[in-house]
């Protein structure tokens, strides 16, 4: 198990020096299946940002297709998902354990496809779900992502979208986003700018979440309103992908255009101080043989802004807002 290898690793390194094993009480199981889904993923050291999502991806592509279909689960008697899915009499219990391994993986933002799973396994797919007129704000959000938003009416296509953000519903979200962005009747309303945001947020790479941001941006200065939230989120994400050029330009710009506007101080001196720039009283970090970096005007910290006025759910806490939070 991989408390034992940790155990025998301390062991090597530690030696005598190490007191004897103390006594362990259990006062709580996880299962296994959640462990491994939820479990903290390490890239290789020096791996570059740009290369982070699609590591990430694959690693829960092959925690999903190889490594859970051959772990015994105790929800099937002790059988692997492969082994159930081999019985027909057990084809239930195998559909319901991938039923709730989609639940709990269903805020991840990773796309993930259990269709190809139960095809892999050889058990029946989901299809595509006709919704009704209204019913979509009363659907579980597992049967939510499956809707064909294509055949919605603009209301309900709004209220599946409001649901599946408020939720963090990636998957119905994507869907959502993508056909609100793909209808005209959507033109001039505010949920076409959160769809854009909505899906830089969830892209995959830096230029899909780049060209969703330049929409949100343009969309922003066709109706006379200030692009400072698009900007601020770009500075994210730029200094999230290590893009130190493009970042400084973007200060710079944010600095001599908005920072005169409400929320745009406050919110740039936060980003500063997750990436270390400022320290936490908003005075500058001097580094050994550089002197400080031009940044702007002390305040008190805050929550990233986000287009519409509201702060992001994802800089929760003071992070700074990045692809894949």
């Known amino acids: 198990s991989d408390a034992a290898q940790f155990k025998a690793s301390l062991r090597e390194i530690g030696g005598d020096t190490l007191e004897q094993e103390p006594i362990e009480t259990i006062v709580g199981k996880s299962p296994a299946s ?23 991806a694959q690693d829960q592509h092959d925690a999903l297709h190889k490594r859970w279909p051959d772990l015994h689960l105790g929800v099937l008697g002790g059988r692997s998902l492969r082994q159930a899915a081999a019985d027909p009499a057990v084809h239930a219990q195998a559909l319901a354990a991938i039923l709730v391994m989609e639940q709990w993986t269903s805020r991840v933002m990773v796309p993930i496809n259990f269709n190809e ?4 396994l050889g058990l029946p797919i989901l299809g595509p779900i006709e919704a009704a007129p209204d019913e979509v704000s009363t659907l579980p959000l597992l049967r939510l992502s499956r809707v064909a938003v294509e055949k919605l009416s603009d209301e309900d296509l709004a209220t599946a979208f409001n649901r599946a953000a408020l939720y963090h519903a990636w998957d119905a979200l994507r869907k959502a986003a993508q056909a609100i962005i793909e209808r005209p009747s959507f033109n001039g309303r505010h949920e076409r700018p959160e ?6 947020q969830a892209a995959t790479s830096l230029g899909e ?28 994400f730029r200094f999230a992908h290590n893009d130190v050029n493009e970042a400084m330009r973007l200060m710079q710009h944010i600095e001599s255009r ?3 506007e409400p929320g745009v101080a406050q919110t740039l001196t936060q980003i500063l101080i997750e990436v270390g720039l400022l320290n936490p009283d908003g005075s500058p970090v001097t580094r ?38």
């Open 195 to 200: 769809a854009h945001r909505m899906l830089a």
């Open 209 to 236: 979440a780049l060209s969703h941001l330049e929409s949100g941006r343009q969309l922003a200065l066709q109706a006379g309103q200030s692009c400072a939230a698009w900007d601020i989120i770009e500075l994210s």
């Open 258 to 260: 908005h920072i005169e």
């Open 34 to 56: 959640h462990q491994l889904v939820s479990r903290r993923w390490l890239p290789p050291r020096g791996t570059p940002r740009e290369q982070l999502d699609p590591l990430l």
């Open 288 to 325: 050994q043989g550089r002197p400080p970096t031009s940044v702007a005007p002390t305040a008190e910290p805050s929550k990233l802004w986000t287009p519409g006025g509201e702060t992001s759910g994802s800089a929760g806490g003071g992070k700074l807002w990045t692809p894949g939070a």
């Open 117 to 120: 799973l139960r095809a892999e």
